[in-house]
């Protein structure tokens, strides 16, 4: 998927333009701020194996969180991880109880976190809601944009995805 900035705007290799699309610089902020929830809570950076504009709907994994923004932006965050890999995080944070309950709470508060760091960024007028989280590989379907940002990361063998479908508010 290819995409290029000119005068703020996004160009789609397919020629169309979104005007009120985020800025470059916007979508990397949720690029860092995945590398450096890894590097904080694990000491390992996570491999980032892609990051693309999706043109249908994605394939997500056992478990997923997911914080609506309103405010200055309006969308949301998905981030959708294997059981194994939350298991593992639990396990480096001294957790030992990994209930399926408690790997929901884990990818919620995942979503939470890379939504808060979104607002240290994106200002204080970005309005963040509390994580839903939901059980079962659902196929991600974009409801904001045409097509969400998407970024693959693979972390100690494990892939995981993180789904940005937001636009700026006019």
């Known amino acids: 998927m290819s995409w290029k ?8 290799n397919d020629g169309s333009i979104n005007m009120d699309t985020l800025h470059e610089d916007e979508l990397k902020l949720f690029v860092d701020s995945v590398r450096r929830y890894f590097q904080v809570v694990t000491r390992q950076e996570p491999q980032i194996t892609s990051a ?5 709907d994605l394939d997500g994994f056992d478990f997923n969180g997911i914080v609506s923004f309103s405010g200055s932006y309006n969308g949301h965050v998905i981030v959708s991880m294997p059981q194994p890999l939350l298991r593992e995080l639990l396990l ?14 884990a990818v919620g508060e995942i979503a939470n976190t890379l939504a808060g760091n979104a607002r240290k960024t994106l200002g ?4 963040i809601s509390v994580p839903v ?4 590989a659902t196929g991600i379907t974009a409801r904001v944009r045409k097509r969400p940002y998407v970024i693959t990361l ?17």
């Open 154 to 170: 693979r972390w100690n063998h494990q892939p995981a995805l993180v789904c940005v479908d937001m636009d700026r508010r006019h």
């Open 5 to 12: 900035q000119d005068d703020a705007r996004l160009h789609y």
């Open 133 to 136: 989280k939901l059980h079962g």
């Open 124 to 127: 204080a007028g970005l309005q």
């Open 92 to 105: 480096l944070q001294g957790e030992t109880e990994l209930s399926d309950g408690n790997l929901l709470d």
């Open 52 to 56: 693309y504009l999706a043109t249908g």
